[in-house]
């Protein structure tokens, strides 16, 4: 079993944008985001791998013990191996 390093068990979380450029976030210890239907996704390190549709709204995120938060437009979620990607047109 090879040794584990201090980013290993967090997020790396991407957002994409087609019109405004993107975000990046390194060692996110979880996540919360809006979905097209309204509700709420939590996501932590080593969530099954999914994709779903997000909606309008806050991404809320805790890095370095601290609970942030950022606006991001609808789109595409993906979710495979503690990498979070959202795709958005706008």
């Known amino acids: 079993m090879s040794q584990q390093s201090d980013s290993e068990g967090l997020l790396r979380v991407e957002v994409l944008s087609l019109g405004s450029g993107g975000l ?3 060692q ?8 097209k ?13 999914m994709i779903a549709a997000t909606g309008d709204g806050e991404l809320r995120f805790r ?4 609970d942030q938060s950022v606006l991001v437009k609808a789109g595409i979620l993906t979710l495979a191996e503690n990498l979070v990607s959202i795709l958005t047109t706008h």
């Open 63 to 66: 890095k370095d013990d601290q």
């Open 37 to 49: 239907d309204g509700s709420w996704l939590g996501i932590r390190p080593g969530h099954a791998a």
């Open 24 to 26: 990046e976030l390194e």
């Open 28 to 35: 996110v210890e979880r996540l919360q985001v809006k979905l």
